[in-house]
């Protein structure tokens, strides 16, 4: 529980990961970078998304003056734009013309740029659900799910030694989820290729997806490889060993390795873009 009217006083920031089913607070120490809670819930019938997030940050735990910050992790469609090409007053215009919105929904479409890789993500939020966040945290800041994730990904993270490769990196975003990001290198430029979010029921369909997305960037085995990322897992395992028999360079990078001084790497609950916000923000 956050401490009040102590001596031992620490800043925290609120991470709220919205998902199709439902939705996770992580309540995490902004100056030791570390884990302090984390609570998953799940959408009940009859209760829309918005009134179910209205009734839990009215909390006391991710409600208080403790709370400096607050970030918002936003899952669903996302489109990419070259930030060139990238005009604010256009965002909403630029999203609409390759995801389509459901009928009756009304949304607020947002964007972060990311300058690595010299690319803008757009992605949606609905009204009702931001209005409930703002409701309690009006400066809370909104990011897609993956947005820090690419950034990490495809800025100093390439195993081959080859001027000109192709990675792929597979993580799960979700139990039942792969998303898959493609980066070429070229003599030490990086460029983002795709990014992708697949539904899956097991390893069968994780490796069917990767060799696909292999196959489709006419990827090479002596210079091109596949990096999975996440905690150790029997299905991390199977994709893993599956994968060594197509594929010469194929490796597994555990959350710890992939950020070598973060406390928060450590935890098996932090999900990895959870991760890659907070290693950006704190």
Avoid at 125 to 137: G, N
Wanted: proline share 4%; hydrophobic share 40%; charged share 20%.
């Amino acid at each position: 529980m956050p401490a009040t009217g102590s001596k031992t006083y620490r800043p925290l920031n609120l991470s709220i990961r919205l998902r199709a089913d439902g939705f996770s607070f992580f309540v995490c120490d902004a100056q030791a970078a570390s884990l302090v809670r984390g609570e998953h819930f799940k959408l009940e019938e009859g209760t829309t998304l918005a009134e179910r997030l209205t009734r839990e940050l009215a909390r006391t735990e991710y409600n208080n003056r403790q709370i400096e910050q607050v970030f918002v992790l936003v899952g669903g469609p996302v489109t990419h734009v070259p930030l060139e090409e990238f005009r604010r007053d256009e965002a909403a215009t630029m999203y609409n013309f390759v995801v389509s919105t459901p009928e009756g929904v009304k949304q607020h479409v947002g964007y972060n740029i990311l300058p690595q890789l010299e690319v803008v993500e757009l992605f949606a939020i609905a009204d009702d659900v931001e209005e409930a966040i703002i409701r309690f945290h009006p400066t809370a800041r909104l990011f897609a799910a993956n947005a820090m994730v690419l950034e990490r990904l495809c800025t100093g993270n390439n195993s081959s030694s080859a001027d000109i490769s192709t990675e792929l990196y597979a993580y799960q975003p979700s139990d039942n989820q792969l998303t898959i990001v493609a980066c070429r290198n070229d003599k030490k430029v990086t460029t983002l290729q795709m990014a992708n979010t697949y539904d899956i029921a097991g390893a069968d369909d994780a490796v069917y997806f990767i060799l696909s997305v292999w196959q489709m960037f006419n990827m090479i085995q002596t210079t091109d490889g596949i990096t999975l990322l996440g905690q150790k897992s029997e299905l991390m395992n199977e994709i893993l060993k599956r994968l060594k028999e197509y594929v010469i360079h194929v490796h597994h990078l555990l959350p710890n390795d992939f950020f070598p001084n973060m406390p928060l790497a450590r935890e098996r609950e932090v999900p990895l873009d959870l991760m890659a916000l907070l290693l950006n923000r704190l």
